[in-house]
């Protein structure tokens, strides 16, 4: 299977700039799985296509600040940092640039209550970082850290909550799951008061997830890890809804990659936490989710590929074709679809 195979052209006007407001007046494309119907809708009516005993599962990572400009001691000289994931209490992965001031042993202010000295240079060119700090880590970067948009939001974020879910509260992601931005408390809400379990995994989110597919055959790209977590009250209410014939439905690539990683592995739900880099393209069963709401994604990436194992790559491309006729808004602060 070709990467080729899930090219679509985007007008550069499609890209969404900026969150819709209020969260929940999104488009929302609903479709048939693995059919051509198609519907055009707003988010706030997704109660219209959800039943009692279906099970919604959200994945409530916060991203965090995480972007940190540092002076180095000793010559002054400034070097951005990107944190990506704590390897252990203290230590962090990150992108540093430029790179050549960001050597072993070099040590870098981020204002009086912070500081940091790198360790090691991975592989595949990441820092490892160990910080000092007065107070709480993640306190201190609200105040000083800037939220790490992707690449092709080039406006800047007045109000950085809105790159954050209403129900994000696990510090640790670099990029947000997307497909949760256009929920509002009310209609969570709404949406318990219909017979619809709500339910959460914790999904790290790695700037992998906008690392491009390099390997012309889809079955050769290496996908990057994550971490994960599932409760045991989640866990239960998804075997819940499986044995009463309800319908799981999945916010997020993140959350599917969560729940199908947690069934491959074990064959059931159960409450677990660990790494996975599971890669789900055409060809690939899934055993947990029965619907899928999703954003829409960018050319070639793993996650349209998620996306089309799921609906089909012919219905996917379809779709995405008519979307940019239809003048939805596309990725992280775009519109959304229902597949189901």
């Known amino acids: 299977m070709k990467t080729s195979d899930f090219f679509y052209h985007l007008p550069e006007n499609c890209i969404a700039q900026s969150p819709a407001e209020p969260r929940d007046s999104s488009r929302m494309m609903v479709l048939s799985r693995g059919k051509e119907q198609i519907t055009h809708d707003i988010f706030r009516n997704l109660g219209d296509y959800l039943k009692p005993g279906d099970c919604l599962i959200l994945n409530d990572t916060k991203v965090l600040p995480a972007?940190?400009?540092?002076?180095?001691?000793?010559?002054?000289?400034?070097?951005?940092?990107?944190?990506?994931?704590?390897?252990?209490?203290?230590?962090?992965?990150?992108?540093?640039?430029p790179g050549k001031k960001a050597r072993p042993g070099a040590k870098f202010r981020f204002g009086a209550a912070l500081s940091c000295e790198v360790k090691e240079v991975l592989p595949n060119g990441n820092r490892v970082i160990a910080f000092e700090h007065e107070g709480s880590l993640y306190e201190i970067l609200e105040r000083i850290g800037e939220m790490p948009l992707p690449h092709y939001i080039t406006q800047k974020l007045d109000d950085a909550s809105r790159y954050n879910t209403v129900y994000a509260r696990e510090n640790g992601s670099a990029a947000a799951p997307t497909a949760g931005l256009h929920f509002t408390p009310e209609l969570l809400e709404?949406?318990?008061?219909?017979?619809?379990?709500?339910?959460?995994?914790?999904?790290?989110?790695?700037?992998?997830?906008?690392?491009?597919?390099?390997?012309?055959?889809?079955?050769?790209?290496?996908?990057?890890?994550?971490?994960?977590?599932?409760?045991?009250?989640?866990?239960?209410?998804?075997?819940?809804?499986?044995?009463?014939?309800?319908?799981?439905?999945?916010?997020?690539?993140?959350?599917?990659?969560?729940?199908?990683?947690?069934?491959?592995?074990y064959g059931a739900m159960r409450a677990c936490e660990g790494w996975t880099n599971i890669f789900l393209y055409p060809g690939c069963e899934f055993r947990c989710i029965d619907a899928l709401l999703t954003n829409f994604h960018l050319p070639e990436s793993t996650l349209i590929m998620l996306v089309s194992a799921f609906h089909g790559?012919?219905?996917?491309?379809a779709a995405y074709d008519i979307a940019v006729k239809e003048g939805y808004r596309f990725y992280s602060f775009g519109d959304c679809m229902l597949i189901i």
């Open 67 to 97: 972007r940190l400009y540092g002076i180095k001691e000793g010559t002054g000289a400034q070097v951005e940092f990107l944190l990506l994931n704590q390897t252990r209490e203290g230590v962090w992965e990150c992108l540093a640039g």
């Open 313 to 317: 790559r012919e219905n996917t491309l």
């Open 190 to 265: 709404q949406l318990k008061g219909q017979g619809i379990s709500v339910g959460y995994v914790t999904l790290h989110v790695g700037l992998g997830t906008f690392r491009p597919v390099k390997a012309a055959r889809v079955e050769d790209h290496e996908m990057h890890a994550e971490h994960f977590h599932v409760s045991q009250e989640t866990a239960d209410m998804i075997n819940k809804a499986k044995a009463s014939g309800g319908r799981v439905v999945s916010v997020g690539t993140t959350c599917c990659r969560t729940l199908e990683s947690v069934m491959r592995q």
